[in-house]
């Protein structure tokens, strides 16, 4: 977990295997708004962060696959990729 929200691997299980996998962002919004920074709040930072992915395409870079937004909580969806070594 970091500093901001925690990470949970989860899986789409539509259709047939292999299901795809995720990394699942959960960002608690009550936990960002007590953040203060220079820059804002923390839910200033990570939206401008999400802004920021939304337009990112980059080998380098991990894409930003979904963002939603709850109540309470904010969630990104990054897809998970499995390399072959």
């Not at 539509?14 to 923390?42: I, N, Q, Y």
């Amino acid at each position: 977990s970091g500093s901001f929200g925690q990470v949970f691997e989860v899986e789409r299980r539509v259709g047939e295997e292999p299901w795809r996998r995720f990394a699942l962002k959960v960002f608690s919004k009550s936990r960002l708004k007590r953040v203060r920074r220079m820059r804002g709040t923390g839910l200033d930072m990570v939206l401008r962060e999400i802004d920021i992915m939304r337009h990112l395409y980059h080998r380098h870079v991990v894409i930003l696959f979904e963002v939603r937004t709850r109540l309470s909580s904010i969630l990104a969806i990054y897809p998970m990729h499995l390399t072959l070594v």
